[in-house]
C-alpha cells in the first residue's frame, strides 16, 4: 500500500504518508498553515498530527464545534473570519484534520477563501478516509437540506492515516463500513466477496479493505468528476437510504441512525427492488440481507410509515424533471443508473427487509 496518484489529489497511505506532507508542507512557498479541527479531532487527533508536521511555518488552529447540524453557512463565516483574524493570504495552506463535516466545510471555505487557498485532508473518520475526503466534493447544509451549497475542487494531497480510527467509536466504524459495502456492490465482485470473511472491524482486518475501497472511490471520481453518469453509481442504496436517515431524524420516538446505518437499509432495499427491474439473482439479493442485518441488525420499520418515507424521496437531491432516479444492480459490479421505480416495488421491498 502506498500513494495513489490521480488526476487532482494525490493520496498517501499510513507511515510513510507524513514524510511526503513535510515534503509538501516545506517545499510549497506557503506563508502560514491553518489546521482546521472540531471538537473531538482537537481532542484525539491533533496533537497526534502536530507531532507528525515538521515546519518551521507558523500554525494556527481554527476550531469548530463537531456534528454535521455545525455544517452550516455561519460556521464558515466563523472560519472565514478566523482566517481574516489571523492573516491569512493567498499562501496560506489549510490542513483539515477531522470527518466529513471537517473535510468538507473545511475545503470549502479554503476553495472560497480569497478565491481560493490550497488545502489538504487529513479524514480521521472511517466514513471521510473511503468516501467524504476523496473526491473533491465540498461544501455546507442549507437548514434541514444537505449539502446544498458548495463546490467541486479537490484538495492538494489527502493523508490517509488509519491509526486515527482507534478512538473512533463503533457506530461510527460501522456507518463508514456502509460505504465500502457499497463499493464492493457497484463495482468488484472480488472485493464485495472479501466481506463475507470479515470477523470484527479491528483494523488489522480493515487496513487493506480501506485502500482498496478508496482506489475504488478514486477511479469513479476521476471518470466522472461532475456526477454525469459513472459516479451516480455511488448514490447505491442512497435514494431510499437518505429518505429513512431524515425520517427517523425527524421521529423524536425512533433510534438515532447514522448516515451508513441509514443506506445500509437503503442498499438492501435496492438490491430487492433490483431482482424485480433488472433480474440481479434473487440468490444475491437474500446473501447482501444476511451479510447486513449480520453487521447492522435488523431496524424496525412499520408498515404505517412507508408512505411517509417514500414522501420523502420526492426532496432527494438527485431527482431530475420530477423523476426519482435509482441506483440499481444487474449483478455484484454492475450498477444500472437513472431507474424509476414504481411505489408500489418500494412497498415490497420494504416487506422483504422486515420478513
Ligand atoms: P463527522 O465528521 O461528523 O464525524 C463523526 C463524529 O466522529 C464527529 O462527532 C467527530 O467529531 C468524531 N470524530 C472524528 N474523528 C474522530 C476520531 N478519530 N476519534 C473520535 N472521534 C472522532 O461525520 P463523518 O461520518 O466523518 O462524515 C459525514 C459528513 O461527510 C456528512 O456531512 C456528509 O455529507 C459528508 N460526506 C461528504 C462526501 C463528499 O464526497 N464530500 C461523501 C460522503 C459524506
Ligand atoms: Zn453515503
Redesign the pocket.
Known sequence: MDSIQASDSIIHFNEPSYALLNKYVNGGNFSKIFVLV????HT??LANFLERLETDLSIEIIEIE???IH?TIDTCVGVWNALSDLDADRKSLMINV???????LGGFAACTFKRGISYLNIP??L??MV??SV?G??GVDLGHL??QIGVISAPDIIIIDTN??D???KS?MR??LAEMLKHGLISDENYWNKFKDLKSLNLKDLDQLIYESILIKKHVVDIDPFEQNLRKTLNYGHTLGHAIESYFLSKPDKIDLL?GEAIAIGMVLASYISTKLTGFPEAVNNEIKILFKGFYGHVEILESEYADIIELLKYDKKNEHGNINFVLLEAIGKPKIDCLVDDNIIIDAFKFYNS
Not at 477531522?98 to 468538507?104: F, H
Request: with cysteine.
Open positions: 472540531d471538537t473531538n479531532t484525539y487527533c463537531a456534528g454535521e455544517k477531522g470527518g466529513g463535516v471537517v473535510t468538507d480521521t473518520t466514513l471521510s468516501d467524504a473526491g466534493k465540498t444537505k449539502n486515527y480510527l478512538t473512533l467509536p461510527q456507518s463508514g448516515h
